[in-house]
């Protein structure tokens, strides 16, 4: 049974669009988070959902908008899509928004022409 | 910025040999992890380490923490093919622990 789902696993559109990717886990757990890894491979923290109040927002463009709809699912939903959104999404969760193991999703590959 | 910081870049050993990696940071810690990534996968946790411990096992994993010099190391003992991944460490921000810093990971390469 898959813990931490994200759908879908690629994702290619042209820029401007708009698209979003979903997360959902099963493990029970009170806080979700984004993280965006670039080709570099270098992993950044977007957003922090704990019982779905948003407690992290890092410096993101607010064509990024967080949903979520329960504390199971934390969706993406990327206006405008630009070359520069290119990169995995990785979606995790954790037991609580303190300090704490974080769980990942298989992470959705994002190419925008 | 908190971001950890991991050394080498990329590291390949043949197998049986033991693999050491290193992660720096710049401002003080509740706890480090470190997360194993196969390639094309989401991230694993490995293994948590908190600011008062200097040193933590699973396995044939040994992590070290030095606060005072703010680095972390972790040790792969007897490596195998199967320990091909990038390897990250994270740290939290001290006061603020509910977010996680990454850094660019190393890649290990384990040699049959």
Not at chain 1, 71 to 85: R, T, Y
Not at chain 1, 105 to 110: Q, S
Not at chain 2, 90 to 109: E, H, I, M, R, V
């Given at each position: 049974d898959t813990a931490v789902s994200q759908t879908p696993k690629y994702l290619v559109t042209q820029m401007g669009n708009d698209k979003s990717i979903k997360c959902e886990q099963n493990l029970g757990h009170d806080t979700m988070y984004w993280y965006k890894q670039d080709s570099k491979k270098f992993l950044k923290i977007m957003f922090s959902?704990?019982?779905?109040?948003?407690?992290?927002n890092e410096t993101v463009p607010n064509r990024?908008?967080?949903?979520?709809?329960?504390?199971?699912?934390?969706?993406?939903?990327?206006?405008?899509?630009?070359?520069?959104?290119?990169?995995?999404?990785?979606?995790?969760?954790?037991?609580?928004?303190?300090?704490d193991t974080q769980y990942f999703?298989?992470?959705?590959?994002?190419t925008v022409l | 910025s908190q971001q950890g910081e991991e050394d080498p870049q990329a590291l390949s050993i043949q197998e049986g040999e033991n693999a050491t990696m290193n992660c720096s940071y710049k401002t003080s810690i509740n706890n480090l992890q470190?997360?194993?990534q196969n390639s094309g996968r989401g991230l694993v946790h490995l293994i948590l380490i908190r600011s008062n411990e200097r040193e933590k096992h699973s396995g044939r994993l040994r992590v070290t923490l030095d606060t005072s010099k703010k680095s972390s190391s972790l040790l792969i003992t007897a490596s195998r093919a199967a320990d091909t991944a990038s390897y990250f460490c994270?740290?939290?921000?001290?006061?603020?622990?509910?977010?996680?810093?990454?850094?660019?990971?190393?890649?290990?390469?384990v040699i049959p």
């Open positions: 959902y704990n019982n779905k109040e948003l407690i992290i990024f908008s967080p949903k979520s709809p329960d504390k199971a699912h934390l969706n993406l939903h990327i206006n405008s899509l630009e070359l520069g959104d290119s990169a995995v999404y990785f979606c995790a969760s954790s037991w609580t928004s303190d300090s999703g298989p992470g959705t590959r994002l | 470190w997360y194993r994270a740290t939290d921000a001290g006061n603020t622990g509910n977010q996680f810093y990454f850094g660019t990971g190393t890649s290990l390469t």
